[in-house]
């Protein structure tokens, strides 16, 4: 499979977001940065032709922050679009609104815990049907 991580020719862009995050992405960083929650973040990272704000390798999830924009409906149909291109490559996405991330950071650390945690059971428990076939899905 081809690299699809941090494409080069998005190099610049990538640089330009994570220098200009949006006061959302700069309170959940200091949740997320240095992996406070027991897994590794990255901000603005890039998935083949799109800039995620927040992506964990090890689970494949993304983590994406919607402003006033995604209220419109063109930027709806967009986001549907990115969502499903980027679930082909079977990525996890969760979204929360700016006001969330704002008003409610406690919550929403608290749901990413939650989502993180249930992510890696599911990566680290084997199928019981494939295992009584003698496959280790792990």
């Known amino acids: 499979m081809q690299n699809i991580h941090n494409l080069k020719v998005y190099k610049n862009k990538r640089k330009y ?33 799109y800039i995620v704000d927040f992506y964990c390798h090890s689970l494949k999830l993304i983590i994406e922050l919607d402003g006033e924009v995604h209220n419109h409906i063109m930027q709806s149909q967009k986001d549907y679009l990115r969502e499903q291109e980027l679930k082909r490559f079977d990525f996890k996405i969760i979204r929360y609104k700016n006001e969330c991330i704002i008003f409610e950071i406690d919550r929403v650390v608290d749901h990413i815990k939650r989502v993180c945690i249930y992510l890696d059971n599911r990566k680290t428990t084997p199928n019981p049907s494939l295992k009584r076939r003698g496959v280790d899905v792990r």
């Open 17 to 49: 977001l994570r220098n200009n995050l949006t006061n959302a992405e700069i309170t959940l960083w200091q949740f997320l940065k240095n992996s406070q929650l027991g897994y590794k973040f990255r901000r603005q990272h890039g998935i083949n032709k």
